[in-house]
């Protein structure tokens, strides 16, 4: 039983990591809490059935659903979200801007593909393989290795590149950024297009292993957020540690409590660590706060 909660674990807990690291990585850059990030992965599942739906090839419809996450991110960034900056929106208003954006996102899903679940049906069998006492599925082992090497892969480009080097002196030095000359909008295009592409993997690969409707980027954004809280908000790394355990501790309170109590451990994980530890597990205080 412990090993089969440890392969659950690792399931939820790689997609809870995906997209509170391209939560983590928006409101850094960018500096507003993006509620409707949740609602775009969703979209990207859709995507997929849509694209699946219509008989093109398996393969075929993955590249198109993320091509289309991708292009529907640069469009919102573009279209929507660069006319606030360039009004110099405050914080509250880009707050309130992401979850009227969540809200329209979902709202047009039930108006095009209904309220009814959506299931992806695999071109190949979803085998089921058992060993020491657990079992898993193909779609399972795939979702584990899917999100573990993409993880590695975004810390690299995070902190080994240029590139990587330029966002991050916009989310700890964004004047000095400035001063050398840094292409703000360019680079805000960029992670746009990076955290489209995370929003597609985490949205098909939810999609495939637990069907799709319309209000689920709700809950998504909500374990984004909470597991960026857990691991410290302003140090993507931890976003990706506070995913994974908050995977664990989802899956491994089943031992103690229903199983439909999940979602109420996320809440009160929420609450304790806003209480207790607001700036998550790696987070450190500022000088202002060290001096009081």
């Known amino acids: 039983m412990i090993l089969q909660i440890v392969i659950n674990s690792l399931i939820t807990g790689g997609l809870y990591a995906l997209i509170a690291l391209g939560f983590a990585l928006i409101y850094n850059t960018l500096k507003f809490i993006p509620f409707f990030y949740g609602a775009l992965a969703i979209w990207a599942g859709y995507f997929l059935y849509l694209f699946m739906s219509l008989n093109i090839p398996f393969s075929v419809s993955i590249i198109l659903g993320i091509l289309s996450a991708v292009a529907m991110t640069l469009l919102l960034n573009s279209w929507l979200l660069k006319t606030f900056r360039n009004k110099k929106a405050s914080s509250v208003i880009l707050l309130i801007l992401g979850l009227a954006l969540s809200i329209f996102l979902e709202n047009l899903l039930l108006a095009i593909f209904g309220p009814n679940i959506k299931s992806i049906t695999l071109p190949f069998e979803n085998s089921i393989l058992n060993f020491g006492g657990a079992t898993i599925t193909i779609t399972q082992i795939a979702v584990i290795f899917t999100a573990i090497p993409f993880l590695f892969l975004a810390f690299y480009i995070l902190y080994k ?46 999609g495939i292993e637990y069907n799709l409707e319309p209000t689920a980027g709700t809950s998504l954004m909500i374990k984004a957020f909470t597991a960026a809280i857990i691991g410290g908000l302003e140090f993507l790394p931890a976003a990706i540690f506070g995913g994974y355990l908050l995977g664990f501790i989802e899956n491994f309170s089943v031992l103690f409590l229903p199983a439909a109590f999940k979602d109420g451990i996320t809440f009160i994980i929420l609450f304790l660590f806003l209480l207790f530890r607001p700036k998550g597990i790696f987070g450190r205080k500022n000088r202002n706060e060290i001096s009081e």
């Open 161 to 206: 590149s240029r590139y990587g080097l330029i966002i991050r002196s916009l989310t700890t030095e964004p004047e000095m950024a400035e001063i050398l000359g840094v292409n703000k909008e360019d680079i805000f295009r960029k992670v746009f297009m990076f955290v489209g592409l995370i929003a597609a993997l985490v949205g098909m690969l939810y």
